[in-house]
């Protein structure tokens, strides 16, 4: 199993980003999948789920409005639009393999991208 996240970087306060998770190395469309963030010396913290069809989501109420989760199985990939960024979105972010096609635990993890939200 490999997951690699691409799009982070740094934007100013109220500005946007697309983060992206290419999997590989299993059928992707028959797991569900997470965005979970970091910042240090803090413990990850769950941002966002996307059912295996894609058909349901979930978000943390703090990014509710803000970040759209979505996937595209024909490619393997997972995006997190975010938008309308604050400077406390500032973390690492990491897209995670669900064990089944809907909330269940998290059992592989990719290496992360730095999101930085500051003027």
């Known amino acids: 199993v490999q997951l690699v996240e691409s799009g982070g970087g740094l934007v100013q306060p109220g500005g946007s980003l697309r983060l992206s998770c290419v999997a590989s190395?299993?059928?992707?469309?028959?797991?569900?999948m997470s965005w979970v963030r970091q910042t240090p010396g803090k413990g990850p913290d769950w941002v966002s789920m996307i059912a295996a069809s894609g058909g349901a989501t979930v978000y943390t109420y703090s990014v509710k409005g803000r970040f759209t989760i979505s996937r595209d199985n024909a490619k393997n990939t997972l995006y997190l639009q975010m938008n309308s960024l604050k400077p406390e979105d500032t973390a690492v972010y990491y897209c995670?393999?669900?064990?089944?096609?809907?909330?269940?635990?998290?059992?592989?993890w990719g290496q992360g991208t730095q999101v930085t939200v500051s003027s």
């Open positions: 995670a393999k669900d064990q089944n096609s809907w909330a269940g635990p998290l059992d592989y």
């Open positions: 190395g299993f059928t992707f469309s028959i797991y569900g």
